[in-house]
């Protein structure tokens, strides 16, 4: 499964990123004119980025890590896809500053206790079949009181409901999944939808519940802060009432 799904994201990346964003030189002109709305979903209003130590686990394309290195932050990205990587060290070239990608398995990742905050968004946890590999990898990362925040596919609307039909007016769903199985399940790359070379391409996921993955945060030795849950975002009537979304929040807390 792991090597599959390693494939599937070294294949035809760099090319999807340019369909959807444009080069990396016109991209980041687009990043740099509001950075923070890049990464609003995931720090609160107001974080002072200067000097903090940011770690953004499964980065992918770097978009988000640009953009706090552009707000004053000192961002490594662990990916291993070296598609994504091409494109995360043209737009920080583009843009005048620095990131430190690393392109590697975040399994072979060994970090130091050095971060501020970890970080890792939409499309994560799935890629484990061990959750508490992540979440200690997360945990040894941080600084004391550092923060890990996780933000992912919401499992109702992933494992439990499917939907057909691509305008509200149509739109109609069945809970017809199982919320329990521990299955993996075959699903489309990603980035698939914006490339034509990898349009068949597959990857293994193994689904989470929302239990499992805060008891694994929590077993793990985190301090659970907040587990919001959250419809689409991008419109108020489209799958209104189905969770979509959710973010953890937690920090290293000594008791
Ligand atoms: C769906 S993306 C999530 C990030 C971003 N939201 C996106 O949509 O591109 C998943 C990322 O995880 C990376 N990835 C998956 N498994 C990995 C692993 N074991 N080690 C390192 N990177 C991994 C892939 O290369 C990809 O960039």
Known sequence: MEKRNENAWNLDTYKAWVERFGEP????????????????????????????????????????????????????VVDYSEGNAAYAMNLAEAGGISIDYKCMRVEDFEPDFEYDYVFAEMGILHYFTDLSLFFGLCYRSLKENGKCIVKDFHPVSTKLISSRGHTAKIRKHKVDGDYFSTA???KKVAFSKYSTGAADETVYLRQWTLGEIVTSAAGSGFWIETLEENPNQSSEQFDKGIPKTFILRAEKRSV
Request: net charge positive.
């Open 184 to 186: 993996l399940v075959e």
């Open 25 to 76: 030189a016109t991209f980041m002109e687009v990043i740099k004119k509001d950075p923070f709305k890049r990464v609003k979903d995931i720090f609160e209003l107001g974080t002072d980025f200067k000097g903090k130590k940011v770690l953004n686990l499964m980065g992918s394309n770097g978009n988000r890590a640009v953009a706090l290195a552009v707000l004053g932050a000192e961002v490594t």
